[in-house]
């Protein structure tokens, strides 16, 4: 049976690496994290979906469509409408799969909260379906400077990824209710972070957790402590921050 703490605290761990990384993840690069787990097949989906969420773009302003108005009649519109938040390109073609997306009736949703309820986590795919244009319209209501609308949907992808893992084999009288509170703290969690100083703190407290998760993992799998290089070569992580991050475990351990 899959371990859902390890699991989620992976899938979290892996998300700041490839949010860090100069080159986006690969799917072959994102099975190495999690080959030890048992994934189902629309768990495998779904952490694909989280992990390869286009985000390494600068964002493009959106056409000016009337560049030949006159200056009065553009100083008119800044007064009178707000700037359409920039989205990289990527990410508009996200939103555009999302419109191909059918929407269930509540009958049809409300049948599969029961079956997740019932233990059934092969629902779970379905639902998060469901949910990804609510998690958008929810990101959407967020006014923060220099956070990216991208980083925000996907923070509360995860945050819905964790909710409806937790319903699983739970009756919940209003799941939808437990589902967006979920997703309002991943993404209110993850605004703090970036605007706040405990940014770089918490990118290294993952990072650390990983290459932890890492060690123990090639230990397993070749008999002994893994080297520097073996460690890099596993997480993605440049052997000199690796080297640092060995160092702040074991000054953390001989701390205790």
């Known amino acids: 049976m899959l371990d859902k703490i390890a699991f989620m605290e992976t899938l979290h761990s892996v998300q700041e690496v490839a949010r860090t990384s100069l080159t986006p993840l690969t799917k072959e690069e994102i099975q190495t994290y999690f ?70 009736t509540k009958e049809q949703e409300q049948s599969l909260y029961d ?62 209710k437990v589902l967006e509170q979920m997703v309002r703290t991943a993404i209110e969690g993850y605004v703090d972070e970036e605007s706040g100083e405990g940014e770089q703190e918490n990118s290294i407290l993952a990072k650390v957790s990983l290459v932890h998760e890492a060690k123990e993992a090639l230990a397993k799998k070749i008999g002994m402590e893994p080297s520097i290089r073996q460690l890099a070569e596993y997480t993605k992580i440049s052997e000199e921050e690796i080297s640092d991050i060995v160092s702040l475990a074991k000054e953390v351990k001989q701390g205790e």
């Open 115 to 176: 079956r997740l309820a019932a233990g059934e986590e092969s629902v779970i795919a379905e639902l998060s379906h469901q949910w990804l244009k609510k998690v958008v319209e929810i990101a959407s209501a967020y006014e923060v400077e220099d956070v990216l609308l991208d980083d925000m949907v996907q923070e509360g992808n995860i945050g819905l990824l964790m909710g409806l893992q937790s319903l699983a084999g739970k009756k919940e009288a209003e799941p939808e």
């Open 35 to 104: 080959k030890d787990m048992e994934l189902t097949k629309e768990q495998e989906d779904m952490v694909y979906q989280y992990l390869l969420h286009p985000q390494e773009e600068q964002p493009t302003e959106v056409e000016n469509e009337a560049e030949t108005e006159t200056t009065e009649t553009e100083e008119k519109k800044e007064e009178n409408t707000a700037e359409p938040k920039p989205v990289s390109a990527r990410f508009q073609m996200y939103l555009d799969e999302l419109g191909d997306i059918p929407n269930l």
